[in-house]
T-cell receptor, first 112, second 116 residues
Framework: QQQVKQSPQSLIVQKGGISIINCAYE??????FPWYQQFPGKGPALLIA?????SEKKEGRFTISFNKSAKQFSLHIMDSQPGDSATYFC???????????FGTGTRLAVRP | EPEVTQTPSHQVTQMGQEVILRCVPI?????FYWYRQILGQKVEFLVS????????KSEIFDDQFSVERPDGSNFTLKIRSTKLEDSAMYFC??????????????FGEGSRLTVL
């Protein structure tokens, strides 16, 4: 019930293209859904996050789409750039708690 | 920009040895965490710490693990008798507040532990 499933495991996109990463969760008590970006040798850094009371959140080129009934959420990276090449983790947490349950990660490579 | 700092960046140890990983959270943060990431796998929660005591711990955090905030700045993770499967990147994280929705967690760059 605590799992967060993430796909694809790896993704190659051409510069300027759209990168889409999907996550699904089981625990309906999850109340906070962040996406983290991790560059090699660095710790995860918060990219964007959403609460279940909205279906979409956009920050610059990054958009989270949230489907509460399907228990799915996705990250869209518009106009993907080589500098976006990193590993992306979705995560979820309970409103009453604070620990994050991470997905398995997606390694994104944006080709010039 | 304030950041979470971790030392050492890499430690190699023999199986059965004790290891202490150190973290200096962001100065005005109140909630502290350790996570670990086995190579190529997902980031896993180990323990959370608030007000000088453990708030929550995962199944991974067994009796071999302990955490401590010995002074006002450092936050340490001790592994008493390391096993091969403890080899991983260990991340310290901190946040200032917990509200209705979880505040942003700031992660350090990690300490890579290699157990031989």
């Amino acid at each position: 019930q605590q799992q967060v499933k993430q796909s694809p495991q790896s993704l190659i996109v051409q510069k300027g293209g759209i990168s889409i990463i999907n996550c699904a969760y089981e625990n309906t008590a999850f109340d906070y859904f962040p996406w983290y970006q991790q560059f090699p040798g660095k710790g995860p850094a918060l990219l964007i996050a959403i609460r279940p009371d909205v279906s979409e959140k956009k920050e610059g080129r990054f958009t989270i789409s949230f489907n509460k009934s399907a228990k799915q959420f996705s990250l869209h990276i518009m106009d993907s750039q080589p500098g976006d090449s990193a590993t992306y983790f979705c995560a979820a947490s309970l409103s009453s708690g604070d620990k994050l349950t991470f997905g398995t990660g997606t390694r994104l490579a944006v080709r010039p | 920009e304030p950041e979470v700092t971790q030392t050492p960046s890499h430690q190699v140890t023999q199986m059965g040895q004790e290891v202490i990983l150190r973290c200096v959270p962001i100065s005005n943060h109140l909630y502290f965490y350790w996570y670990r990431q086995i190579l190529g796998q997902k980031v896993e929660f180990l323990v959370s710490f608030y007000n000088n005591e453990i708030s929550e711990k995962s199944e991974i955090f067994d009796d071999q693990f302990s955490v401590e905030r010995p002074d006002g700045s450092n936050f340490t993770l001790k592994i008493r008798s390391t096993k091969l499967e403890d080899s991983a990147m260990y991340f310290c994280a901190s946040t200032r507040v917990l509200r209705e929705y979880t505040g942003e967690l700031f992660f350090g760059e990690g300490s890579r532990l290699t157990v031989l």
